[in-house]
């Protein structure tokens, strides 16, 4: 339900944790508080969510850092919940109604939930390397997730090269509302997640990072909330409102997971341009269900003047189905064994772009600095930006927008 929105909002914390993977060993010795607001809305009257996040940094010592990271998001709208084929021969998305959980909380819409999280770490500094330790909880009206993590970042190279390697393991439970089927009262899964990265300064003006995920997920990794309709073809489907009805079942994915990654970045510093940056960024993902993505994005970092700076962002993305994945299955439901409908699971494509503008106040009477960000992304999902993909239509495509806002004081 949130996948698209929590990719999004990742975003800027991965690029952060790449770029932070180039200075292991070096410590601020400043107060550092985040605070970020974004607000992401859905086209079609689908989901809208309000998101606030705040970060605080303290240094303990000249070599020990501690933070906390906190998170509450307010998701609410309407979501697909399966597909039906129609009078006219092609495929028709059902999105889902008003729920009883959410006509109960007040909410019009089917779904109106609040998830909130925490995230406390520590981080000790070596001379030529840095160890963090971390772990989070969160929590939302039908799902708890209590997650650890650790990383090691080591310099040599005469600080050149850092070699990075981590770790995190999730223990999350789901506990659907409303739900009779095999997740009653509730369900359980882990996943683990290894990471083996460089990052490598190759003169001046040029920086290469390049990093390895591997994952393994294993428990109940099916949706829910979504369902998957069967046409067999011994009978003759209902008809009724231009829709043709066949026999429905919840969907049901496999109980494991396996996924690779490799993603590399390219940082390239143009002096002469007022000190501008362009990044360029690749990552190709791979996992057993048969889904493989590639994704490319391109972001300019422009300075202007007096601390102001502009960045102008373009990505693509384009992804395989599922090898269990179907707009809707012909055939009897006892001739499968995993099935879905989802449509995160589907093959296709999508364009983003964007724009952020920020503001940079340095040696300030009371602050050492103080930044401020607002930024705007366009993301567009169609079946036919699908590399060399099969077109199923656009009965599933959508767009959203994704506006932000931040504020970074250091003192």
Known sequence: MKNNILACLNCAALALLSLDAANAGRVEETYNADFQYGHYSESGSRIDANVFEGVLAVPLGKALTASVNVVSDVISGASPTQNMKNAKGGITQIIS?????????????????????????????????????????????????RYFNTNLSVDFNKKL????????????????????????????????????????????????????????????????????????TRFQPFAFNGLLFGSSARDTRPRDKFQGAWLTQYIRHFGQLNDAALHVDYRFSVD??????HTTEFSWHQPIVAGWQVIPRFRYYSQDAADFYAPVFNGNLS????????????????????????????????????????G????????????????????????????????????
């Not at 989802?342 to 602050?367: C, N, P, Q, V, W």
């Open 97 to 145: 109604g008003a729920s009883q959980y959410a006509l109960k909380s007040g909410c019009g819409s089917s779904i109106c939930e609040q998830r909130d999280a925490v995230n406390p770490s520590l981080t000790y500094f070596f001379d030529n390397a840095s160890v963090n330790l971390g772990g989070g909880f969160s929590e939302e009206n039908d799902y708890t997730s």
């Open 161 to 232: 090269t850092t070699l990075n390697v981590g770790g995190s393991v999730a223990f999350d439970e789901v506990s659907p509302v409303n739900f009779n089927g095999d997740c009653n009262p509730k369900c359980s899964k882990t996943s683990q997640q290894y990471l083996l990265g460089v990052s490598q300064i190759i003169n001046k003006d040029s920086l290469l990072q390049s990093n390895v995920t591997l994952a393994y997920h294993h428990g109940y990794l099916s949706d829910p909330y979504k369902s998957v309709v069967f046409y067999d």
């Open 288 to 293: 057993d269900w048969g889904v493989n993505s």
């Open 335 to 374: 001739d499968f064994t995993v099935y879905s409908s989802d449509y995160r699971l589907a093959g296709f494509g999508a364009l983003s772009g964007g724009i952020k503008i920020s503001k940079e106040l340095t040696e300030l009477h009371s602050l050492h600095q103080l930044k401020f960000q607002a």
């Open 376 to 411: 705007i992304e366009y993301y567009d999902h169609k079946a036919a930006y699908q590399w060399g993909g099969d077109n199923l239509g656009p009965f599933a495509d959508f767009s959203y927008y994704l506006v932000t806002a931040s504020i970074n004081l250091k003192f």
